[in-house]
DNA sequence: GATGAATGAGTTTTCATTCAT
DNA sequence: GATGAATGAAAACTCATTCAT
């Protein structure tokens, strides 16, 4: 029945296998956006149903998991970029390894603003997510890279916004969203910045749910 | 060749029912995403479901309808503001114009890159919008309001973008796209550019199917 | 795809379709308890799987209408012999068409103290056939036909009980139950009654949830 | 034979848990009725699933196995009352116990008459349960303290729908099946008996498949 | 042309049972 | 012998689509 080696090892292998899910699932939403059904995500990761609902309760469950690891990941690449000298350099690499990251979740934008945002662990990580990037982008515009009205969240909002920009070509130019992080980057870095309408975003803005 | 006046000397019932699911759909779409059932749509229009398939004989149709009334809305937009003569005004509006449209559509981001996109209709109809988002473009570039690196497709693709921007915050402040909105024509008009890495996309790019 | 006479008109056979659930969906409880499936139900109906939804959208509803069948059924026959002279025979009668009627619906005890009592239209069709068999008990009682300290409750009760006596005899059987129903009426008539310990039934007792 | 002590010279852990399975279950089917499921069983038991399929091959085992222990349990109590003096109270005594057993497991009016019964263990401790409630019920009949025409399987049979016609009220009136036990008594005892239809049920019928 | 009942493939989910550890 | 992960058949339920009225 199974199509890799089979019957392995079952306790050592139930993080390999949730691994298998977590990317046969990206995969599959990827693919057909959130429709993907289970039972594909299932066959793709070489399992059988019932293993997917073991390791993931409900289809929202999964989604969430996947989401959780594409941010987890977000953070710790700005964890780490703080500790860069040129703030410049550093806040662009963390917007295009945001965007690159994104480009792999195309169901991103179908997730940002629904339910699964009401898991807790996902909210929770959207903050802690906002709260790194706010401390690249502070030492940026203490700096002078960046104009002073521009903030953590506004960053991390403007990820999926480029990713967006870039979706409709990913298929012929997949290195697009470049051009558009770039002409980001220049209106983050204006000499003549305009008034920017609108308050800038507070963190909880990003996670309280859209359908309230 | 115009959406709302299709086929003329039908009758009047024909032509209402038509919008009302359209209004409908694009409600329902908005509210539940691309999973709204044809059923539910039938409900919000007041019809019956065999109504619903007498007008558009599967789901995607209707989908492609609603994009094309959204799309052929904007052509238009264009088409009007290619007359104004502060041009750098023009393009805003414009840009805020199809940034408000998608608002209205939440769908929308869920639709492009998708197999509608396939509906030769619909793949016209963008680059019908890009050819009139070009001759907007082309005069702002040429009076100097915005760089000369970017063109209309540019413009159409940051229409997606910026409301991507904004769309965790349409719950709690529907406005927020316009932050972001300045904030592009801020990297539009830059007085400094760098040089924007990729080739400007051409319409075709944009209307070649992702998943091919 | 369809076993009987196919493609018949639809809207006059709403209600046949509905009786051919009914029916059959009371068999297949009885063959297999509660756990019969809904698939098995359309099938014995000759019925696709989603009309037994369309008419009962939960598994629950469906029982719910079976329940009020015989509920319904019965309060009318109570109804019915409140007129008759004799009332000891009315009262005989009553029961007697109760528990046969029970017999055909196996179901019926695993149905009794679950939640499907707790549709309110189970619980007023139970209160409404208590009330009606107060009146004949109540003739009966009057009469001296029947000792003093049993009311309608009781005897709707018995019939549940009286039927669970013979119901493991039903295969070998079948009139089984006109023995026990004999002995219960010797019980009720006697003419040196213990006196009964706990209270008479109210109807609301019987129609509170078991769970809570 | 007995079921508590089956198979001695095994480890202490097996009887231990063994019992605490059974102690489950039960509980599990009280609640739940048939539909408990095996998962829950082992979690309540503080055992894993793997454990309870080793002790019951198969849900129907367990159930057997919950079935055996109740009419063992049962015709102990009969066994042990042939020895009291007053006959009378010795079959009301072994009626309330009866009864009282029942209540605490309410899926048993599911499992009579369905393929547990054709379990031959469960089918013998039926058999042997008869035979001791004949017994019983002989000796109260010969000394008049019942009438004639009542066998033991009579007084089996009964437990079972005593305990149904007060199960409804279980919730709201736990001890209401005294009241219909009396009831039921009076009718046993009654003085003016009439001629009881069909004859006595012999314990062949008892166990024989329902669905035969 | 409008209606909505029927259809049945497809989805998520549950659960008894197996089996590697 | 106990454990619990994996399995996969089966269940309830949904929904786009068809078609008789």
Redesign the interface.
Known sequence: MNETTATPGQRADMVRNRRLLLDAATEAFA?H???ASMGEIAQRAGLAKGTVFRHFPTKEDLLSAIMLRLLDQLTRTADRLCEADDTAAALREFMADGIEALAAD?AF??V???PSLQHSEVRDAIADLCVAAEVLTARAREQGAIRGD?NGT?VV??L??????????????P??W???L???????R?????????Q??LRP??T?????
């Open positions: 693919e956006g959130l429709e195309r934008c179908e940002i603003g629904r521009i506004d909002l403007l999926g916004g480029i990713h967006q920009t870039a979706a409709p070509l990913l298929a012929t130019q290195q697009a470049r051009r558009y770039e002409l980001a980057l220049d209106g983050l204006t000499t003549s910045p305009s008034a920017l309408p609108h800038p975003p803005d990003l309280t749910s859209v359908t309230g």
